[in-house]
């Protein structure tokens, strides 16, 4: 409780809310966070963000509301908008929580318990959430006119979280092991073989029951959504066969194509369409807030060599700034999609490379590059604390152009507190690792685990 206590009394400290352009004043130490430890650095920024998710969560689903914006220029219409992405990142920064002592089990067993019977009763499409989902209702809210049913990907994500949470409580007493009964249910009921389109050996990434397979997004070469594939394999009642990740997935194994950058080899072709090296830092992300990418390889690729490049490459990018943006350095670095100048975009090094820092892009890579992200974590607490507003580091800001946006997304703050943890203790890897369907699933794909601790090396 000490933690919770200095948290608490740092944050009565932080004053307004800042909007639009940086201060010029903005990198002046102001001494809230100065006297800080490491340790106690990655305690306060795991509890603000939390609270994104706590706090900040809808209140009739408990879920994590799309976003979240602490500036009044432009109301926010869409609040009560919920995201099963972000909350499938956020039901696992609830056991942060419990185990950084920010909440008690029982608290949190509450929230689980309201947002495991709201999505029981939510829309779903073959067992698949869509994208957004009304709060208030659990309708589904289109995330554009064709993108109106199941989202497999995004489904993948909650999944990846209830799943993890489930392990946590399936021990419990009676109550506890009814709600990872439920959601065992909820695991049961996604029909990931639906989502192959009639047997096509590959996974599309939406269905809608008014336009059917108009979206027309078959989900192949290296992104973000490894996780859907693994856990599509893994399902008990409604898995894919293995043709469909070897096939799909790996476009016929013309994924393995590497390519050295900044003295890095990318592992996995990153675009197979066209020359930019490396995708966003998200795709790093992702797929291992449970999915424990230390001593996972298949024949494809060591997965922690993957990611921790990927890490890298970021780094080492910055630090050549080859557009000469303000501040790129070895206390400014990592781009991954977020906010920008110009709306949201999907920042990596190459082309498109705005000038853009996203806090989350460093600060989620804590697993793979501890150092180079102990870094950024600081220039942001003791350097440029107005970045840090209630629910931690604002998405992101350019030093080149005096800008930074007060607003937060789900999904970039999910992952913050999450990757953090699994740096510091590993435990939600260790956590989803241990689901028995998950193993069976990542065998049945040809997966091999060496590691036993769940937690990267420093």
Known sequence: ??????ILLLLLSIGCMHTG????????????????????????????????????????????????????????????????????????????????????????????RKIVDFLAKADRFHGAWPHWLHGETGKVKPFSKKDDGGDLVETAFMMQGLLTVAEYFKNGNPAEQQLASDIHTL???VDWNWYTKSGENVLYWHWSPDYGWAMNFPVGGYNECLIMYVLAASSPTHPIQPAVYHEGWTCHGTIKKDTVYYGLHTVLNHYEHNN??????????????????????????????LNRHHALINYRYALDNPKGYK???????????????????????????????????????FPYTPKESMQFLKYLYLKADSLVGKYGPYDAYSDTYRWYTPRYLAIDQGTIPVMIENYRTGMLWKLFMQNEDVQRGLKRLGFTVTSESGKAEE
Not at 1 to 6: A, P, Q, R
Not at 22 to 50: C, H, I, M, P, R
Not at 54 to 69: D, F, L, Q, V, Y
Not at 276 to 297: E, K
């Open 21 to 112: 352009k940086k201060d010029k004043g903005q990198e002046a130490n102001t001494g809230k966070y100065a006297t800080l430890t490491d340790s106690q650095l990655l305690d306060t920024v795991q509890y603000q963000t939390f609270q994104y998710f706590w706090n900040g969560a809808e209140p009739n689903s408990g879920m994590a509301r799309e976003r979240i914006h602490m500036d009044n220029i432009y109301p926010q219409n869409d609040q009560n908008t919920v995201t099963l992405g972000g909350s499938g990142f956020g039901v696992m920064v609830i056991l942060v929580g419990v185990e950084r002592g920010f909440i008690t089990r029982e608290e949190a067993f509450t929230r689980y």
């Open 327 to 365: 501040g790129y350095g070895k206390e400014q670095w990592g781009l991954t999609s977020s906010y920008s100048m110009k709306g949201y975009a999907g920042h990596h090094p190459g082309k498109a490379d705005l000038g853009v820092i996203s806090p989350t892009a460093a600060l989620s890579s």
């Open 1 to 6: 409780m000490k933690v919770v206590i200095t």
């Open 276 to 305: 930019d090296p490396v995708g966003p830092l998200f795709w790093a992300h992702y797929s291992y807030l449970g999915l424990n990418p230390h001593g996972l390889s298949d024949q494809y690729a060591d997965y922690w060599k």
């Open 187 to 189: 695991w049961k009921e």
